[in-house]
């Protein structure tokens, strides 16, 4: 690990590839040119580990199949296995890994038609999608800039779970909560993240949630199988009798990273968990909205997927 930090350091533009399903798709249409590939696919961040103080600990190269498929995981943070079974195929999710799902590039389909401008691809060079079709993109915290979503479903529940993200690099480590990782585009949309160059992701943390088993994961989308999230919602509802205790809600689909709906959840705490609230809620997770020409159907969408996600987290969670 030390080696392939000081390596990628050493070089101005390395990159670490390990399961590569998003990275090769880019390398081999000249997207990401590095100066030299690190293939950290053989260090040993393989491992699932169940830590003391009841966090569970997913190695950086733990696939996403192996998370999905995981007894602990399964149990006490489901709406994490089913977020990871509703994206891509069976396939990728077998290659993909889990420090790989973080760093996807958020993007749009212009950024792979190299026949249009693209300020991801090369900044100041212009966003057509503001202008052009832009049904699949933002309606929260957009920029001119850039107005592509984030377009994992693993990093949704990673954003309601409140995970941390560990990295490191020849200065050493550092833990980097989950709502810090991805930016949103303002004038630099080419930085998905905040990570500093040469940093490596080690692994993720999850910390314990006592209602985390209600948590559901719901996905709408315009097909069923391997296509993005046109909105999706991670949910997780403490319910005590009628009364909601805690709650947790974020968003996929809508934002250039995976979106925290904190003044709703500030809301829902102490309410009746009834549709009247829940439809409270999606307004104020909504307040802000700026859809795009083609996008204004993504509010209304986002605001059913908000109430759905809840009323069926306070049943008990389970299959939305
Ligand atoms: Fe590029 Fe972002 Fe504009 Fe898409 S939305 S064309 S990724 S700058």
Known sequence: ME?????AVAKQDSMFIAGGTNLVDRLKV?????????????????????????????????TNTTVADHQQIRRDYPLLARAILSGASQQIRNMATVGGNLLQRTRCPYYYDTAFPCNKRQPGAGCPAVTGINRGHAILGASEHCVAVQPSDMCVAL??????????????????PFADFHR????TP???????????????????????QSGVYLKLRDRTSYSFALVSVAAAVNLVGEQ????????????????????????L??????????TQAAEIALQGAKPLAHNHYKVELTKRAIRRALKVSTQGGGIV
């Open 30 to 62: 000249f997207l990401d040119e590095p100066s030299q590939l690190i293939d950290i696919s053989r260090l040993q961040m393989h491992q699932i580990s169940p830590m003391t103080d009841g966090s569970i600990r997913l190695g950086a190269l733990v």
């Open 159 to 176: 954003a309601a779970l409140d995970a941390v993200v560990e990295v490191v690099s020849p200065q050493g480590q550092r833990q980097i």
């Open 190 to 212: 080419q930085q998905d993240t905040n990570l500093e160059p040469g940093e490596l992701i080690t692994g993720v943390t999850l910390p314990p949630l006592s209602f985390a």
């Open 269 to 278: 705490i102490g309410k009746p968990a009834d549709i009247a609230t829940f």
């Open 244 to 267: 909601i205790q805690d709650v947790r809600l974020a968003m996929g689909g809508v934002a250039h990273k995976p979106w925290r709906a904190t003044a709703a959840e500030e809301f």
């Open 184 to 187: 949103l585009p303002e004038n």
């Open 3 to 7: 080696d392939a930090v000081n390596r």
